[in-house]
């Protein structure tokens, strides 16, 4: 069974600090990607990567950074926490494929900067 | 870059067919359409893929006519259970560059 897993399903920050959320993938899959979901905007793309340290930026890359330096690990990393940073993050992954796109989704990790 | 516009919400009883329409005027020859689900607390499920025409699998049908500048997703005999936001993806074949979910349709299936 396909596995996507997120290291915390709720996390509490504080302004400015440095916030690190992780994705592993047990699918070998080569494409990973990070989605922010805030009420009324669906699932907005942050970065994917589409190999070990390649990375391209999303719709809004604006604040956070990625890092990828194993196949299975994909991290997110909000530099300076802000208040407006504060929603749900979505990892997945897909199989590099032309014709396929089956994204599979982890959980979710609800940040809330205060 | 394709912008998909779905229903904001739809109610439907329980056995009844749902249909959910996704509008994508600009779609590209090249972009296919893609449905997801998502329950409360959980990442979003792929359900159905297609380019044009139709495609059925034991979940969903997807209807795309030939301009494709629409599509619907076709839920047969719908139960409580599937009651969930269902999102519409246009995107190019094998980028994720050009990855776009529409706001999704919450759809609340009663009793």
């Known amino acids: 069974d396909v596995k996507v897993t997120q290291s915390s399903r709720y996390l509490v920050k504080r302004t400015g600090e440095k916030v690190f959320l992780e994705c592993v993938q047990d699918?070998?899959?080569?494409?990973m990607f990070w989605y922010r979901q805030d009420p009324g905007l669906g699932l907005r793309l942050i970065y994917f990567?589409?190999?070990?340290?390649?990375?391209e930026k999303g719709d809004i890359p604006e604040g956070y950074s990625v890092s990828r330096e194993k196949k299975e690990r994909f991290s997110l990393i909000l530099e300076s926490a802000s208040t407006n940073q504060t929603s749900m993050y979505l990892c997945a992954s897909r199989e590099r494929t032309g014709e396929w796109d089956e994204q599979y989704f982890g959980p979710g990790t609800r940040l809330t900067v205060t | 870059l394709a912008k998909t516009t779905q229903p904001i919400s739809m109610d439907s009883y329980e056995g009844q067919e749902v249909n959910i329409t996704c509008s994508h005027n600009?779609?590209?020859?090249?972009?296919?359409i893609t449905w997801y689900q998502q329950f409360p607390s959980q990442g979003p499920r792929f359900i159905i893929q297609?380019?044009?025409t139709k495609v059925t699998n034991e979940v969903a049908s997807l209807f795309i006519p030939a301009d494709r500048k629409s599509s619907t997703l076709s839920l047969p005999r719908v139960s409580l259970s599937d009651t969930a936001v269902y999102y519409c993806l246009v995107a190019v074949s094998g980028s994720a560059r050009q990855l776009t979910f529409g706001s999704g349709t919450q759809l609340t299936v009663l009793p």
């Open positions: 297609g380019y044009k």
């Open positions: 699918m070998d899959h080569e494409n």
């Open positions: 600009n779609i590209a020859t090249n972009d296919y």
């Open positions: 990567s589409y190999d070990v340290k390649m990375k």
